[in-house]
């Protein structure tokens, strides 16, 4: 019976199976399925009972007195997968070996015959390492624990991503398993790890919802490219296909039953593939094909004859203003230079606009109403007369309204459609919506990530037709309201040439002339000589 009490770590470490260093400062790990014999969280949880009993292969952390964080979605995560992966049997099946009758891991493909003979190995944090009364619970019978003190002096806190995201402690490791509610936890997790030089890992399953694990993945995709020899993060998928703990049988069942509900469905669970082109709200956008080189331009700026417009998200979080032109042929709009502050207020936001508007003829400024109704706290006035206001001190004025904004379309699904078809690639491979290289870099940083509503019903997923408002959505908005105006072009105004030499010739003269004129008035006979 002594045998029996080895721990599904040990198995693991003797195996060498799920070997993962995670010698990065942040991990991502993305799979498709979870199974009990093996998966993503598997990997975590293997990674943090190494660090929590001092059995890191690598020797990556401290011994003893460790901080550890466990991150579930919601308190039911971690009573169904975060407590039972580590404080309970069946993390993984173990088998006697044929030659050498030890315990070690169970191997589904070769040890099929003897899956009778199969038992579920003892938890990776086996009750031993535990100290007496060390387990704090929110919910014993649920299984929501809050706490769990180990002898060797390691706390590993629980959290549930429904409430706010603690502040003010250090950690040495912290373990996101799935999604979270709020992607305010990914970032400050990731500052408490900074006194300690401690470890961020994220085991997921490449759900699309959350603009977190989405940077997260772009990073890891940024570092790989890069070559660095010494990434500080790294990616791992795990599919379900290459899973030598679900037998063939049970693979094709999943596989047909993901490939009944959806294209996105099978690649997600299946390969692990973040699916966004169903979730995008424009998935058309393409750099190579809507991003236009400077060098078209001469000395890389757009031309004076063409018509130039503005349209102005505001917000007290992020205030955008994008700046866009239009050709005389109205073959396209292209949007050439942005304005994107944080923390923003009417008078920040008057000092940059006027700095790029000042000496430029700008036919309408386009302005999101609905956001332009909030009235200001402290004064109670309208933020679009705030914004005019600033245009009126600074002397500036547009051609059509003066320092009036023009309100933009109300109607999100209207302004999306019509975003869309601007973006639709034309035969000759030209297309009605550009942007100038380098001009607005957080315009494209948004496109990459504006995504659809989504919704769940019964567990599952879908998407609606209606843009994500929640999040750096700000430029993304404003180019809505530009397309949606539906911008023409109008004849600038000319602009005057230098001066000819007989014009300055005579102003020169006409004012020597009023300087030798006597200034006096004098009512009488004139002076005698």
């Given at each position: 019976?002594?045998?029996?009490?080895?721990?599904?770590?040990?198995?693991?470490?003797?195996?060498?199976?799920?070997?993962?260093?995670?010698?990065?400062?942040?991990?991502?790990?993305?799979?498709?399925?979870?199974?009990?014999?093996?998966?993503?969280?598997?990997?975590?949880?293997?990674?943090?009972?190494?660090?929590?009993?001092?059995?890191?292969?690598?020797?990556?952390?401290?011994?003893?007195?460790?901080?550890?964080?466990?991150?579930?979605?919601?308190?039911?995560?971690?009573?169904?997968?975060?407590?039972?992966?580590?404080?309970?049997?069946?993390?993984?099946?173990?088998?006697?070996?044929?030659?050498?009758?030890?315990?070690?891991?169970?191997?589904?493909?070769?040890?099929?015959?003897?899956?009778?003979?199969?038992?579920?190995?003892?938890?990776?944090?086996?009750?031993?390492?535990?100290?007496?009364?060390?387990?704090?619970?929110?919910?014993?019978?649920?299984?929501?624990?809050?706490?769990?003190?180990?002898?060797?002096?390691?706390?590993?806190?629980?959290?549930?991503?429904?409430?706010?995201?603690?502040?003010?402690?250090?950690?040495?490791?912290?373990?996101?398993?799935?999604?979270?509610?709020?992607?305010?936890?990914?970032?400050?997790?990731?500052?408490?790890?900074?006194?300690?030089?401690?470890?961020?890992?994220?085991?997921?399953?490449?759900?699309?919802?959350?603009?977190?694990?989405?940077?997260?993945?772009?990073?890891?995709?940024?570092?790989?490219?890069?070559?660095?020899?010494?990434?500080?993060?790294?990616?791992?998928?795990?599919?379900?296909?290459?899973?030598?703990?679900?037998?063939d049988e049970e693979k094709k069942k999943n596989i047909e039953r993901w490939s009944a509900i959806s294209q996105d469905e099978l690649m997600k669970r299946a390969?692990?593939?973040?699916?966004?082109?169903?979730?995008?709200?424009?998935?058309?956008?393409?750099?190579?094909?809507?991003?236009?080189?400077?060098?078209?331009?001469?000395?890389?700026?757009?031309?004076?004859?063409?018509?130039?417009?503005?349209?102005?998200?505001?917000?007290?979080?992020?205030?955008?203003?994008?700046?866009?032109?239009?050709?005389?042929?109205?073959?396209?709009?292209?949007?050439?230079?942005?304005?994107?502050?944080?923390?923003?207020?009417?008078?920040?936001?008057?000092?940059?606009?006027?700095?790029?508007?000042?000496?430029?003829?700008?036919?309408?400024?386009?302005?999101?109403?609905?956001?332009?109704?909030?009235?200001?706290?402290?004064?109670?006035?309208?933020?679009?007369?705030?914004?005019?206001?600033?245009?009126?001190?600074?002397?500036?004025?547009?051609?059509?309204?003066?320092?009036?904004?023009?309100?933009?379309?109300?109607?999100?699904?209207?302004?999306?459609?019509?975003?869309?078809?601007?973006?639709?690639?034309?035969?000759?491979?030209?297309?009605?919506?550009?942007?100038?290289?380098?001009?607005?870099?957080?315009?494209?940083?948004?496109?990459?990530?504006?995504?659809?509503?989504?919704?769940?019903?019964?567990?599952?997923?879908?998407?609606?037709?209606?843009?994500?408002?929640?999040?750096?959505?700000?430029?993304?908005?404003?180019?809505?309201?530009?397309?949606?105006?539906?911008?023409?072009?109008?004849?600038?105004?000319?602009?005057?040439?230098?001066?000819?030499?007989?014009?300055?010739?005579?102003?020169?003269?006409?004012?020597?002339?009023?300087?030798?004129?006597?200034?006096?008035?004098?009512?009488?006979?004139?002076?005698?000589?």
């Amino acid at each position: 019976m002594e045998k029996l009490q080895i721990t599904a770590l040990e198995l693991i470490g003797q195996q060498e199976i799920w070997d993962f260093t995670v010698e990065e400062t942040e991990c991502y790990f993305a799979g498709g399925v979870l199974h009990h014999n093996s998966g993503k969280s598997v990997v975590g949880g293997v990674e943090v009972a190494r660090a929590a009993t001092g059995q890191d292969p690598y020797e990556k952390y401290p011994k003893e007195n460790l901080i550890i964080a466990v991150i579930g979605k919601d308190w039911r995560h971690i009573g169904l997968v975060c407590y039972p992966m580590l404080f309970k049997c069946g993390a993984i099946k173990m088998i006697r070996d044929e030659v050498t009758n030890e315990w070690r891991a169970y191997r589904p493909k070769t040890d099929a015959r003897r899956s009778r003979e199969a038992k579920p190995a003892q938890p990776l944090i086996p009750n031993r390492f535990v100290k007496p009364k060390g387990k704090s619970w929110l919910n014993r019978r649920q299984g929501y624990i809050q706490k769990v003190e180990l002898i060797n002096g390691t706390v590993i806190h629980f959290f549930s991503s429904e409430g706010d995201p603690p502040q003010g402690f250090q950690a040495d490791l912290i373990w996101i398993d799935e999604d979270v509610n709020d992607e305010r936890w990914v970032g400050e997790m990731q500052a408490r790890l900074a006194d300690r030089k401690g470890r961020f890992i994220w085991s997921a399953m490449p759900h699309s919802e959350n603009d977190a694990l989405i940077g997260l993945k772009d990073r890891a995709i940024a570092a790989e490219e890069n070559g660095d020899p010494n990434p500080i993060i790294k990616m791992f998928i795990l599919r379900h296909l290459d899973n030598p703990y679900i037998d063939d049988e049970e693979k094709k069942k999943n596989i047909e039953r993901w490939s009944a509900i959806s294209q996105d469905e099978l690649m997600k669970r299946a390969e692990g593939e973040f699916m966004t082109g169903s979730t995008l709200m424009y998935p058309t956008f393409n750099r190579s094909v809507h991003v236009i080189p400077r060098s078209t331009f001469e000395n890389g700026n757009i031309p004076d004859d063409w018509t130039r417009y503005c349209s102005t998200d505001p917000g007290w979080s992020v205030a955008t203003t994008l700046f866009f032109a239009v050709p005389p042929d109205e073959s396209y709009v292209l949007f050439y230079d942005e304005i994107y502050i944080r923390n923003c207020n009417a008078e920040i936001w008057g000092e940059a606009f006027l700095g790029k508007a000042l000496g430029k003829s700008i036919y309408a400024g386009i302005f999101d109403m609905h956001g332009g109704r909030l009235r200001d706290i402290g004064g109670g006035r309208l933020p679009h007369e705030l914004y005019s206001e600033q245009l009126k001190k600074g002397g500036f004025s547009f051609r059509f309204g003066g320092t009036t904004f023009i309100p933009g379309c109300d109607d999100p699904k209207t302004r999306a459609n019509m975003v869309r078809e601007k973006l639709h690639i034309r035969p000759d491979g030209t297309t009605k919506l550009k942007v100038l290289e380098g001009s607005c870099p957080n315009l494209l940083e948004e496109l990459k990530r504006y995504r659809k509503k989504t919704t769940r019903v019964n567990g599952m997923v879908y998407v609606t037709d209606e843009p994500q408002t929640r999040g750096d959505v700000h430029a993304c908005q404003a180019l809505e309201y530009a397309i949606a105006y539906e911008p023409k072009y109008h004849q600038p105004p000319r602009t005057s040439g230098p001066k000819p030499w007989w014009k300055s010739w005579m102003e020169k003269r006409e004012a020597r002339n009023r300087e030798l004129q006597d200034p006096c008035i004098l009512l009488g006979p004139a002076r005698r000589k």
